[in-house]
């Protein structure tokens, strides 16, 4: 045995590691005879070379996200269907979910979910949508969103707006063709043209998952602006309470929510952030002031607005004061977003309370709702401020 075969049992067999420290004989002997190799030997070990591959695991890949959404126009009102996940996973139910939408059915303005195809079953209700769908696949549980939103005069807009909107979300270029290149879809139950929309991307853009106000300031989880609308089903969840929305009366001001972006208009104060709240301000007199507010919320316009004016109003408000409030409404543009202005007065429009609200549709399924509230005067001297600040608005969600 040579002397490095020696070592190396010595150090690798239990039984040779015993005896050579267990005996003194033998370990001089080792001594010697491994110094002896040592010294003798002026050869150095061979350069061992490795070929490592860069290539990033499979399981490690970062997948393509693939998206399929459909836009239902019926009535006053737009119905989404959508889903996004791994590509592979999106893929394995892309026409089934097709075939689903073209044969929906709407009953009392809402669609008809009693049957689905197989495997697919009702999800956990989600505040601000309609319904959820779960459907399982091979690789992920995928979630199907079905909502609404209020349509707009302007149809092709509102299409290009959304599809942009979901083209960020999987990280594509904004487009600037008719509906941002989505394609017409025939549906039954539609009464005007359906779109369908069919994107592959990187994601990292927003998850269609979670709101657009993911990170502790809304407990949402997906759903629609307006959940609810005219015609809707009564399942649909209602608006969010106002008391859910406010902070303690106590609460000091505090400064606006960092992802809102704005031109602060002179004389406005900080006020009571907090809850639903992602800014607050004091504005007008001291003595006379009226208070501004930017929450993400729900509920069907309509209703919003009949709520409104009862705040404002004493007794029932009659439905052509809805009505009239309705068609007063301004279109108004807030960081690229379509939103409705309605500047609401009680039966004096010179005394008594007033409300100024915007209300912009968010993709993920919530509004933002920019809200004054206060003295009629004082509501109507700042008017142009609050013009000012919806237009430097900027949403970095």
Wanted: proline letters at 7%.
């Amino acid at each position: 045995m040579s002397a490095f075969s020696f070592f190396d049992q010595c150090f690798v067999n239990p039984y040779f590691t015993n005896k050579c420290f267990t005996n003194s004989r033998f370990m001089m002997a080792f001594m010697v005879i491994a110094s002896w190799g040592v010294v003798g030997c002026d050869s150095s070990d061979p350069i061992v070379t490795y070929r490592v591959s860069t290539k990033v695991p499979d399981q490690f890949q970062v997948g393509q996200e693939r998206m399929l959404a459909a836009m239902v126009p019926s009535g006053d009102q737009v119905w989404f269907f959508k889903v996004m996940g791994p590509e592979a996973a999106v893929a394995s139910i892309e026409s089934t979910f097709r075939s689903f939408v073209e044969d929906v059915t709407l009953t009392d303005g809402a669609p008809d979910l009693t049957e689905l195809p197989d495997g697919w079953k009702m999800g956990a209700k989600k505040s601000m949508r309609f319904a959820s769908i779960d459907v399982d696949t091979p690789g992920k549980q995928l979630d199907i969103s079905v909502s609404q939103l209020t349509r707009q005069d302007d149809y092709d807009a509102m299409v290009a707006m959304n599809v942009n909107r979901w083209r960020g979300q999987l990280s594509l270029d904004p487009s600037q063709t008719k509906w941002a290149e989505a394609e017409p879809m025939d549906v039954a139950a539609a009464d005007g043209d359906s779109v369908w929309v069919d994107l592959v991307g990187t994601g990292g853009g927003g998850s269609s998952m979670t709101p657009p106000f993911a990170g502790g300031n809304a407990p949402f989880a997906g759903g629609a602006p307006f959940a609810g609308g005219a015609g809707a089903s009564s399942a649909a969840p209602p608006a969010m309470p106002p008391t859910m929305m406010a902070p303690p009366a106590d609460a000091k001001p505090s400064p606006p929510d960092e992802r809102l972006g704005f031109d602060r208009p002179d004389g406005w104060r900080d006020g009571r952030s907090g809850g639903m709240r992602l800014a607050a301000f004091d504005v007008g007199p001291e003595d006379a002031p009226a208070e501004i507010t930017v929450i993400p919320a729900g509920g069907d316009l309509r209703g919003n607005v009949a709520r409104w004016l009862g705040q404002i109003r004493e007794g029932e408000v009659a439905d052509e004061v809805v009505d009239q409030a309705m068609a007063d409404v301004k279109e108004v543009d807030v960081d690229g977003r379509s939103g409705q202005r309605f500047q609401l007065t009680g039966q004096d429009a010179d005394s008594g309370t007033a409300i100024d609200a915007t209300i912009v549709p968010m993709d993920g399924g919530m509004s933002l709702f920019i809200k004054m509230t206060g003295p009629a005067k004082t509501v109507a001297d700042q008017s142009d401020s609050i013009g000012q600040f919806l237009e430097s608005l900027e949403l970095k969600f």
